[in-house]
């Protein structure tokens, strides 16, 4: 592969469907032992994904050495132990605006606040749709269907998800002025500031090495990870990924579940 990969100094990845196939809670032995072979050579790992840091699969903190993660789809820097470097909350006016239209359409809500992620709209619909039967966070999703006051003392919330009929949801898509709606799987979707993208998260972690765009190799699947897989030095679409997301790649890797992310580092000689 004819790739110029000297500048890399930075690998960037989403998670699901990226580096951990849909219903598994780790990495694969061979995307687990290129990343660690990476950072071994001195190439720094950001996770960058759009879950809470509370959803983040606990084997990804004994696998990858992570100084920093984004989560919340750029909304959100951590460092590894949960504390949060920056944040881009929205607006109380757009939280109301989304809890109208979920409470008026029975769609399940859940908020992804600073500390966790609460529901206000149809609690038991966005379990169902989003927490994974016997998953290591299916506590701590906080019920507060009823007051709807975890703002009061947490903030407004970084980013959405919603679960429901993708026919009710689709009028809604551009409804909410500066909100943008990804569909992210079937019946489910994200709903975040749009100028706030997993590309925020990267440009604070570029600016606090020193670095550029031109010093990043960067993996996703999915709508939301285009922001920052198109300024990317290398930008690399993963084969499941959807057409729209491929448009803006340079490499299209072989599947998640075939440890695309490894056979790329593996091919481009970056181990």
């Known amino acids: 592969m004819n790739i110029n990969t000297e500048n890399i100094k930075l690998i960037v990845c989403d998670i699901d469907n990226t580096l951990i196939p849909s219903g598994s809670l780790s990495l694969s032995e061979h995307n687990r032992t290129a990343l660690q ?3 071994a050579k001195g190439i720094k790992v950001m996770i960058n994904s759009g879950r809470h840091y509370t959803f983040l699969q606990p084997s990804l903190f004994d696998d990858l050495p992570m ?3 984004g989560t919340i789809n750029g909304a959100c820097l951590t460092d590894r132990t949960g504390k949060v470097l ?4 929205m607006s109380e006016e757009n939280m109301n605006a989304i809890t109208k239209i979920c409470i008026e359409n029975g769609i399940g809500l859940g908020f992804k606040f600073e500390d966790r992620i ?8 966005f379990m ?3 927490v994974q039967k016997d998953a290591p966070w299916e506590g701590t999703v906080l019920d507060d269907t009823e007051k709807r006051s975890h703002h009061i003392e947490h903030g407004c919330p970084l980013g959405t998800f919603i679960i429901g009929d993708e026919s009710v949801i689709e009028p809604f898509e551009n409804s909410i002025p500066g909100i943008q709606f990804a569909w992210s799987f079937r019946d489910g979707f994200d709903v975040f500031l749009k100028d706030v993208t997993k590309k925020t998260s990267v440009d604070a972690v570029l600016k606090k090495y020193g670095w550029n765009w031109d010093n990043v190799i960067a993996f996703g699947d999915a709508g939301n990870d285009t922001p920052f897989i198109e300024p990317a030095a290398i930008g690399v679409a993963m084969g499941n990924a ?6 803006h790649c340079d490499i299209v890797a072989p ?3 075939q440890d695309g992310v490894a056979k790329v580092l593996e091919d481009l000689e970056l181990i």
């Not at 959807?242 to 448009?247: C, E, I, L, T």
Request: hydrophobic share 25%; proline share 3%.
């Open 37 to 39: 072979k990476a950072i």
């Open 242 to 247: 959807k057409d729209d997301v491929k448009k």
């Open 67 to 69: 100084d920093v993660i």
């Open 118 to 125: 609460v529901t206000y709209a149809n609690h038991q619909k």
């Open 86 to 89: 920056e944040k881009h909350p």
């Open 255 to 257: 599947a998640c579940d």
């Open 128 to 130: 169902d749709g989003y």
